[in-house]
């Protein structure tokens, strides 16, 4: 059976419409489905649980963007159940990252007409003892504020409505690009210690994507094994600005402040608090753990 988890307020706000759409379209192929709407920050998750507790659902179809999908792999542990998205967010980076269609309804039918599978390992991190996955990146500095100040901006929705959601990480960086203070942080990659001064920005990526469609990490690629670590120092205000220009196209990993490489462990500690994102989601930490995900999950595109 299907079970269908709906944030109608996720980026584009077309959720419904694109529900109502696979409704129609395609009714003979979801006869018997559980529908779920998600009524505030966390409620992907607790849902998720339920949908495992139940033991009934075979496939989940995600109708979100990577904060839902965040939500939901954060429920699902390690269980074998089959993840569909369709991607309505603002930023859709999981999406890219799995070679989906990004039309929302072109990928309802896809689904539904002709899904394709891929296996799929998540990133795992640990804060404070709790345990977590993140199912695209997890950055650490500049990366995390920019996405708190995408995240508590009242600008989202409306850029949204006039379908400029691509400019709400433009407003963060540029807000934060004057201000954000580089770290002096300790990075431990696969054993070795890496003592990282004047930071800008640590991202440990399982795909190319992150913040709405830059190539962040130009040559990772979906796999077992390892993350590709993307980091960025001793780099002047104004050049932080050309770098996310080209980072659209990956050129970035050309810049001499820019480092990009593979691990399988990776430790990040920092004196002062450091602010970070996984998969959009943001807080605070001092210290951070993070290694691939055993498990491979099945993904329908
Ligand atoms: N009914 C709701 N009201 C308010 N917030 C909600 C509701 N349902 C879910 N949320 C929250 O909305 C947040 C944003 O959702 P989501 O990330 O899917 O969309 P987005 O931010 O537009 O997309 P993207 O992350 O791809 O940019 C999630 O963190 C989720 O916790």
Known sequence: MYAFIINYKAGSQKASSVYNYIKERHHNKISQ???????????????????VNSGEVQTIIIIGGDGTVYE?????????????????GSGNDFARGCGME???????DLLFQQPESMLYWLGEYEVSGNQYVFASSIGFGFDGEVAQTVDQSSFKKWLN???????????????????YKPKNLSLNVD??????DNTWLITVSNHPYFGGGMKIAPN???????????TVSNISRMKILLLFITVFFGKHTSLKEVDCFNGSTVSISSDTPLIYQADGFTDEVDQCHIRKHLQSFCILK
């Open 161 to 179: 409505i006039f379908r400029l959601k691509q400019l709400i990480y433009v407003y963060g960086l540029i807000k934060n690009v004057f201000t």
């Open 191 to 196: 054993g070795e210690c890496i003592k990282m």
């Open 33 to 51: 489905h559980k529908t779920y709407y998600t009524q505030y920050e966390g409620h992907a998750t607790e849902i998720t649980k339920t949908i």
């Open 72 to 88: 939901v792999f954060n429920g699902l542990k390690n269980n074998d159940i089959a993840i569909g998205l369709i991607p309505t």
């Open 220 to 230: 990772a690629e979906v796999n077992d094994q390892h993350f590709t670590i993307t």
């Open 102 to 108: 990004l039309n929302p309804y072109k990928q309802a």
